[in-house]
């Protein structure tokens, strides 16, 4: 049973709530280092001891923002998945939609790999963690049916699937970083260089 707004329950989800959308403004608005927890409360009508409670710290707040926004990529990538496809269109059509997602949200997304590999601890942590877990889990479930059903030769699959998307990040860091232009075709085109090694023959 849901709890209703004016319930204890429902008191708190939207305290955290609140919480969370205020951080997440002025976190893409000043970085993490320039946002302090007091505009933080501020803007969200509460106390700083309120922000401790619900995230631990703030660099807990800042995970959590994080994990939030790669499960909304995760669950973008799914949605573009096509079911019945063979494991190679599948593969690519992954790679094709993990690259969609980050180009039409390029902002906060880059804003968030700018600040997670400054920051390290915590929110590193929980990128990678949610990065491996939701964000990459259909490639992995993909390539182990292309090796269960011998279209692929068989391997390790977390190694794989790490393979296939450091090649779309090596895309993506270098343009957030050094400002280099991402052409969809040529890390596709990586791909299926990788895919046809790894191939059964």
Do not use: W
Request: glycine share 8%; hydrophobic share 40%.
């Amino acid at each position: 049973m849901s709890s209703s707004p004016t319930s204890p329950g429902g008191r708190e989800a939207e305290v955290r709530e609140r919480i969370f959308a205020s951080a997440l403004r002025r976190f893409s608005q000043k970085g993490f280092a320039a946002t302090s927890l007091r505009e933080v409360s501020e803007d969200a009508q509460t106390t700083k001891p309120m922000i401790y409670y619900y995230f631990g710290s703030k660099e807990g707040l800042y995970a959590s923002i994080v994990r939030q926004i790669l499960e909304e990529m995760a669950d973008g990538i799914r949605s573009h998945m096509p079911a019945e496809a063979p494991v190679r269109e599948q593969i690519i059509a992954f790679c094709q939609s993990y690259l969609d997602h980050f180009l039409q949200q390029e902002e906060i997304i880059a804003l968030v790999l700018r600040e997670v590999f400054g920051l390290g601890g915590v929110p590193m942590a929980e990128f990678s963690q949610a990065l491996g877990e939701r964000v990459r889990q259909p490639l992995d479930a993909i390539i182990l049916r292309g090796m269960e059903t011998g279209v692929l030769r068989q391997d390790s699959v977390p190694t794989c699937a790490t393979a296939v998307t450091g090649i779309l990040n090596m895309f993506i860091l270098a343009h957030v970083f050094v400002g280099a232009e991402i052409d969809r075709t040529s890390p596709l085109q990586q791909v299926g260089y990788y895919l046809d090694g790894l191939c059964a023959s």
